[in-house]
């Protein structure tokens, strides 16, 4: 199979476990690469996989971000046919058979995916998840669609990436209904709210990041981010439950 999958991470201790394992599912580690930029967290270390080093500005840098992932991607497809980039908090998954069988049955040169974000409700799932716990999924119950998480996820040439990877700029796009982009991020409450805190105290978020509130959920302190949890990133459908088979594969 000529297909490769990457993220990119910064001391991801707790998405890049269940990202790597969801992965290592269908294709070997020689095909799964993980762009390190700068983790000092030992959470890259000894992965049975392949990492390269990546370097950005700060703890978070949306256009460094994209620069490191597009030249990844530009030396990839040298290799491979096809090249599935998503954020480490993101899994691509297909009801009833492999992702991957389904990415390559898919024609198009960029081919986005069916968005949908999970988000811990507070008032009814009040318990943190247990990251060891598999499938993880089964500890949270609700979802939305969203066509912001409709990403160019899956590519055979290179990819103008937009700032935090939701568009791009190639115009001959492919909307597949059938891989569904889960977005994890707000998962649970207070693995972001941990990270929040060791984001804003190490004080390296690139100031035009800052500035242009690029990435703005990744250093909001608690009561903001507690204020702004239930915020719906629109265009988007209504709080609906997970189904029980992406509960099961996640």
């Not at 269940?18 to 993980?34: A, F, H, M, N, T």
């Not at 703890?59 to 480490?88: E, F, H, I, K, P």
């Amino acid at each position: 199979m000529s297909i490769a999958v990457m993220t990119i991470v910064r001391n991801e201790s707790r998405y890049l476990p269940v990202w790597l394992e969801y992965w290592s599912r269908y294709l070997p580690g020689q095909d799964i690469y993980v762009l390190d930029n700068e983790s000092d967290d030992g959470s890259t270390d000894a992965l049975p996989c392949l990492v390269w080093p990546a370097r950005t500005d700060g703890c978070y840098d949306a256009r460094g971000l994209v620069r490191a992932v597009s030249t990844a991607q530009c030396r990839l497809l040298q290799q491979y046919r096809t090249v599935v980039y998503t954020d480490v908090d993101e899994i691509i998954c297909c009801h009833n058979r492999s992702p991957i069988d389904q990415i390559l049955q898919t024609p198009g040169p960029v081919v986005r995916c069916n968005g949908f974000e999970v988000v811990q409700q507070l008032q009814r799932e009040k318990m943190p998840v247990n990251w060891d716990q598999r499938p993880l999924l089964r500890q949270r119950g609700w979802w939305y669609p969203s066509k912001r998480y409709n990403k160019p996820a899956i590519a055979r040439v290179p990819v103008s990436w937009h700032v935090g990877f939701h568009t791009c700029g190639n115009p001959d796009t492919v909307q597949s209904d059938r891989l569904v982009l889960v977005h994890l991020h707000r998962l649970d409450f207070t693995t972001v709210r941990d990270r929040n805190i060791r984001n804003v105290k190490a004080n390296k978020i690139n100031q035009e990041s800052l500035k242009n509130r690029w990435g703005w959920q990744n250093w909001l302190k608690e009561s903001d981010l507690r204020a702004k949890w239930n915020y719906v990133s629109r265009p988007a459908g209504k709080l609906q439950r997970i189904p029980r088979w992406v509960q099961e594969v996640v």
